[in-house]
């Protein structure tokens, strides 16, 4: 009789712990099913598949970027993108740079409304980029403005005459090549320099003029190139308000009926990765798979870095130094 209670005993807690794994296990079903579903649906707004808002980010020095020019021209055809965001913190960078991003912003607004939500600092050719769109939000203290164009080179003449070295040259004309870093800048090379610089920062007068609605003239130091608080900025109406992100939703949400509570969804330009893939959809990639984003990101761009030269007119602010 003690052998089969025992038996009994045994048979009872063997059920009792196949009844514990058989929930555990159900469980665990049931919570995979709740992130894949979950992670499908975070794919699915970043490859373009679910309504939500598109947010790029301009960043570093702006240089004449044709796949960032791109991805704006996609996203502008993508009817699940409602809206764009653009989130610059930028110094600015090479004119021509500044000009082609402007017009593809430009364009991007005649599809869908655009708004440029300032970071740190959004000054020179960054702040040009943003005239483009269609609401430009700043905080108090982003340093913006700079208006201006620059041409700036080396001079090193003195310095070769100290290590005795001289550079022969024979040119087609006195103003090819000039302005040199091998010879001190004449009147003629200087005139020139001048004329370009000024054609230049008329342009980009013009555009703030244009797209501001505003005379130059008529805000201090605008033509001087000075850079400016947000919140004067905001007074001079260099940009249109004075907030964040959530500030740019609600406008978005108030003046242009973009559905509330609509997702933001970061998007990059494609990298050279071989397989076709953009940078926000390797992120959800790496969220669904459970990677480092990083990770992911050496593995698809092969880790390689790019250097940052910058070539000929650039609208670009920094701090003198003395």
């Known amino acids: 009789m003690s ?22 296990a159900i469980a665990l079903v049931l919570s995979l099913i709740t992130v894949l579903v979950f992670q ?14 598109a947010r790029v980010n301009v960043t570093g020095i702006i240089q004449d970027n044709r796949e960032q020019q791109k991805l704006l ?6 009817d699940q993108v409602k809206a764009i965001i653009l989130s610059i913190n ?20 005649e599809k869908k409304p655009v708004v440029a939500v300032f970071g740190t600092m959004a000054t020179s050719a ?10 430009i939000v700043a905080r108090a203290n982003t340093i913006t403005g700079s208006v201006g164009v620059i041409f700036q080179w080396a001079e090193v003449t003195e310095l070769m005459k100290t290590i005795g070295v001289k550079v022969e040259e024979i040119k087609s004309g006195k103003l090819k090549a000039t302005p040199s870093p091998f010879q001190p800048l004449d009147e003629a090379g200087k005139k020139l320099t001048e004329e370009m610089v000024q054609e230049s920062q ?32 905001a007074e001079l109406k260099l940009i249109d308000q004075v907030g964040g992100e959530q500030t740019a939703v609600k406008w978005l949400e108030k003046e242009r ?3 509330p509570d609509l997702k933001i969804i970061d998007w990059e330009p494609a990298e050279d990765d071989g397989l ?24 698809l761009s092969g880790g390689g870095q790019n250097s940052v030269q910058l070539d000929g007119l650039v609208s670009l602010w920094h701090p003198s130094v003395e």
């Open 90 to 109: 930028s110094p600015g960078g090479t004119t021509t740079g500044g000009e082609s991003l402007y017009e593809a912003i430009l364009e991007a607004t």
């Open 202 to 233: 008329a342009w980009f007068l013009g555009l703030v003029a244009e797209r501001r609605a505003l005379t130059p003239e008529t805000v201090p130091g605008l033509k001087d190139g000075r850079i400016f608080s947000g919140r004067r900025a």
């Open 73 to 78: 021209r996609e996203l502008a055809k993508n």
């Open 276 to 299: 076709g893939l953009s940078s926000s959809l390797a992120r959800a990639l790496a969220r669904a798979s459970g990677l480092a984003p990083q990770f992911v990101q050496t593995l």
């Open 40 to 53: 499908v649906d975070e794919l699915a707004i970043a490859a373009g598949l679910r309504p939500h808002i």
């Open 126 to 135: 960054a702040y040009l980029i943003a005239l483009a769109s269609d609401h």
């Open 257 to 259: 009926s973009i559905e």
């Open 3 to 24: 052998l089969q209670a025992d038996i009994l005993v045994d048979r009872r807690r063997l059920k009792r712990r196949l009844a514990f794994w058989r929930l555990a």
